[in-house]
């Protein structure tokens, strides 16, 4: 009797050992048989996709939301969530945008980048001290901080006429190659060193996936917590003039509209647990393109735009199901019974 039970424990840690390294596998490469998937079956259906001008077109589209992930993907991996982000890049567009023909473009957007952190400095404040639930707090200032913009623009569109500044996002090297190409590159390869090489990185990992031993092994939990938050605003600033510069006009209605959902989406599918954890940054990466892409598939086949807002959220919704450790535990419960009638 001993050695059945002992057989049935074994197929317990067997089967949960087999489901740990699915999900591991999940998280590693889903993203990227997800991108391969869409990418051949673009090539089987969409009409003119294979054209250089299709890939600047997906570089230069995924560049505002790649920049928004890299800063959601250290809040995620901390157990937290900003829905805040869209209306963060609105407000600091318009306070860019109204200052430039001023205060000129540096100034501008120092002064945005500024107040991007400033209000990640009040979510990651509000929560760690205070303890409120990021998802709430964030709801209530998506609603507000946009309703700032309009009035701080009274609700007219900004136009944009300077040079430099537009510049930051329309240029291209030598006459072919988006200078968004630059920024992805660089972008992504300097929050994979922070992510992976830094003290910064790995507090951020430790505390995803234990506050409390974290704080017991001496690493600063609320601080860090915090500056996650603060790194995010910067992020969504910049994201927000990099989105205006390509439009040359700011429409606080309009700016960062959806960004939530795209930079939450992204990461969820690039790997990193909504439980909290590993930041895995070059799965958001991909995750950002693959976002840029379902939408780039449903304008290029004339399938209804909001279409993509629903292929986007079962993403999420598959990605986080996925990720569930749930599923072990139910794989568990079907042979626990087994081994206990067998004592």
């Known amino acids: 009797m001993e050695n059945d039970v002992n057989a049935s424990l074994l197929q317990i840690q ?44 997906l570089i230069i589209h995924t560049t505002t939301t790649l920049v928004v992930a890299m800063g959601m993907t250290f809040v995620i991996a901390t157990a937290g969530i900003d829905i805040s982000v869209g209306s963060t890049m609105a407000l600091t567009a318009v306070v860019t945008a109204t200052l ?7 100034v501008s957007i120092m002064i945005g980048l500024a107040l991007g952190a400033g209000i990640g400095l009040l979510i990651g404040t509000l929560t760690v001290k205070f303890k409120i639930q990021p998802m709430v707090l964030t709801l209530a200032l998506m609603i507000a901080l946009r309703s700032i913009a309009r009035m701080v623009s009274n609700a007219k569109t900004v136009n944009i006429a300077d040079e430099g500044f537009i510049g930051l996002s329309v240029n291209y090297i030598g006459g072919t190659v988006p200078v968004q190409l630059i920024y992805v590159v660089v972008i992504a390869i300097v ?36 500056m996650v938050y603060v790194l995010l605003g910067i992020l969504s600033a910049l994201a927000g003039c990099l989105a205006i510069a390509r439009t040359m006009n700011c429409n606080p209605s309009s700016v960062g509209s959806g960004m939530e959902m795209d930079a939450i989406a992204a990461v969820v ?15 958001t990466v991909i995750g950002c393109f693959i976002i840029t892409l379902i939408t780039t598939t449903v304008n290029m086949n004339g399938i209804p735009s909001e279409w993509s807002m629903v292929f986007k959220a079962a993403i999420i919704i598959l990605a986080v199901y996925i990720q569930s450790e749930k599923k072990i535990k139910v794989r568990q419960s079907k042979i626990k019974p087994i081994a206990s009638k067998e004592v």
């Open 14 to 57: 067997e089967l949960s050992n087999k489901a740990l390294k699915r999900s591991e596998f999940a998280k590693k490469y889903g993203a990227l048989i997800v991108f391969a998937i869409l990418i051949i079956f673009n090539l089987i259906v969409t009409p003119g996709f294979v054209d250089s001008s299709t890939v600047w077109n």
């Open 100 to 106: 430039l023909p001023m205060l000129g473009m540096a």
């Open 191 to 226: 929050f994979y060193i922070i992510a992976t090489r830094t003290v910064f990185g790995k507090s951020v990992e430790a505390i995803g996936n234990n506050p409390s031993a974290a704080r017991l092994s001496g690493i600063k939990a609320d601080k860090n917590t915090i």
């Open 269 to 283: 599918i690039g790997g990193t647990s909504m439980m909290g954890g590993k930041p895995r940054i070059l799965g």
